[in-house]
């Protein structure tokens, strides 16, 4: 299980990896990737975070996790 919580951690952090090169690439081009990718790797984290709770696995601090910076969008 700790192997799920650790997906979901990496997945957010990856993200707002994304999320940062996204908001400071100039390429518009480059800008649209990495904001792509942001949603992508959220997506996925909070699928995979939504199919753990289905099976009555909570994860800890459930939405906390989630960067600030992750969620900007420009």
Do not use: C
């Not at 990856?14 to 480059?30: C, N, S």
């Not at 990737?33 to 699928?47: F, K, P, S």
């Amino acid at each position: 299980m700790k192997d799920y919580f650790a997906s979901i951690e990496k997945l957010r952090k990856e993200a707002a990896e994304a999320a940062l090169a996204r908001d400071l690439a100039t390429d518009p081009v480059k800008r649209d990737v990495y904001g792509r990718m942001h949603d992508h790797l959220m997506t996925l984290a909070n699928e995979l975070e939504r199919a753990m709770s289905r099976s009555g696995t909570a994860t800890p601090q459930q939405g906390a996790s989630q960067s600030p910076i992750a969620n900007h969008r420009h």
